[in-house]
């Protein structure tokens, strides 16, 4: 099974408007960190937001929020306000284990976001 | 203060040939880890290493290789390229593995 699946292969939003980007996650684990990084055509991955496993509230960086809903497993991003400049590839991305036991992470598919002005 | 810095940014080698890229962390990261990302894929864990040790490895085979000196540099080594080895490398730093990873802008690798 994929650790990570992203379901939007594309999205489109109108500039000002507000978009969400799919992530559902698969893992046992009850420790687990979950991250979206945007990655423009230049290449490099720009760290977005991070939400904990054991992280009560929903994470929120500037227009950037996350959905956190554990029960079902999902971590949608939230941008608001979009910008021409959000245009980019989004990746969700999840850390999996607990401290000291050899973490890696496991990036999702992707999802491209086009903004329209 | 630096980010993650790599180099080269570029590279073109032939199948078979022998291949280093270079990874230095942002200032105070101790840990690195490195990904291969293939056109239009997401990136894939290769393997990641705190205080000079492997601590962790993803479905690589031996011939991807890697060291991290004492000042947390890294190295990436890839030997006998395959065509398919052709990829974006990207290589992360974090302050211990739990923390966010922050990405160096990629060194992207053409096989022949």
């Known amino acids: 099974a994929q650790k990570i699946t992203q379901t939007q292969p594309g999205m489109f939003v109108q500039e000002k408007e507000a978009v969400t980007l799919d992530c559902t996650y698969d893992?046992?684990?009850?420790?687990?960190?979950l991250f979206w990084y945007k990655q423009p055509s230049s290449g490099e991955m720009i760290f977005l937001i991070y939400q904990g496993s054991y992280d009560q509230q929903n994470a929120t960086e500037g227009r950037y929020s996350l959905n956190f809903q554990k029960a079902r497993k999902s971590a949608n991003l939230v941008i608001s306000a979009s910008q021409l400049g959000d245009s980019a590839m989004y990746f969700c991305?999840?850390?999996?284990?607990?401290?000291?036991?050899?973490?890696?992470?496991?990036f999702g598919t992707g999802t491209s976001l086009t903004v329209i002005p | 203060d630096a980010g993650v810095t790599q180099s080269p940014t570029h590279l073109i080698k032939t199948r078979g040939q022998q291949v280093t890229l270079r990874c230095s962390p942002k200032?105070?990261?101790?840990?690195v880890s490195w990904y291969q990302q293939a056109l239009g894929q997401g990136p894939q864990f290769i393997f990641q290493y705190y205080e000079e040790e492997e601590r962790q490895r993803g479905n690589f085979p031996d011939r991807f290789s890697g060291h991290q000196f004492p000042n947390y540099s890294s190295e990436l080594n890839v030997n006998a390229l395959l065509l398919g080895d052709s990829a974006l490398y990207l290589c992360?730093?974090?302050?211990?593995?739990?923390?966010?990873?922050?990405f160096g802008p990629g060194t992207r690798l053409l096989v022949l």
């Open positions: 200032s105070g990261h101790d840990t």
């Open positions: 992360a730093s974090s302050f211990d593995e739990q923390e966010t990873q922050y």
């Open positions: 893992t046992s684990d009850p420790s687990y960190g």
């Open positions: 991305a999840m850390r999996e284990g607990a401290p000291n036991t050899g973490n890696q992470f496991y």
